[in-house]
C-alpha cells in the first residue's frame, strides 16, 4: 500500500549546461522505517533529450559522496536521434531514507519526476 506521493521535480526546461543537476531531497521509505518497501516512479517529459535517473541513501545526514544511483532508474536519450516524449514508469525496492533526481536536461522539458512507497 502507497502511503505517500511525492513531487521531485516539475516544469523543468532545457538550459545551456553540461553539468548534471540534482533536485532537492526527498524522504523515502527508510525515513519512516519501512523496510523494504516497493518505490515507484514516473518520469514525464516532453521533447526530452538528456539524463534521469533516481539516487537513495541510507545516511539520515547525508553528504554528496553518499549518494547511490538506484539500479533500472534511468532514462538516457543524450543521442540527437533519441528524443523521448512521453512516461516512463518504474519499481524498485528499497530502505532508502532519502531519494533525489540527478538530470542533465539538453533540450525540451521535465513536465515532472514523482514517486511514491
Known amino acids: 500500500m502507497s502511503i505517500e506521493s511525492t513531487i521531485l521535480l516539475e516544469n523543468i526546461t532545457a538550459e545551456a549546461t ?3 543537476s540534482y533536485s532537492d531531497k526527498q524522504k523515502g521509505a527508510g ?5 523494504g518497501s516497493l518505490h515507484t516512479y514516473t518520469y514525464e ?3 526530452f533529450m538528456g539524463l534521469i ?4 541513501t541510507l545516511q539520515l545526514y547525508p553528504g ?3 549518494w547511490v544511483d538506484i539500479v533500472d532508474s534511468e532514462i538516457n536519450a ?3 536521434s533519441t528524443i523521448i516524449q512521453s512516461v516512463e514508469t518504474g519499481n524498485f525496492t528499497g530502505n532508502f531514507v532519502w531519494i533525489r533526481a540527478a538530470y ?3 533540450d525540451g522539458t521535465i513536465t515532472s519526476i514523482r514517486y511514491n512507497y
Do not use: P, V, W
Open 18 to 20: 553540461s553539468a548534471i
Open 31 to 35: 525515513y519512516h522505517k519501512r523496510y
Open 45 to 47: 517529459t516532453d521533447s
Open 53 to 56: 535517473k533516481l539516487q537513495g
Open 64 to 66: 554528496e559522496s553518499d
Open 78 to 80: 543524450t543521442d540527437d
Open 104 to 106: 542533465l536536461l539538453q
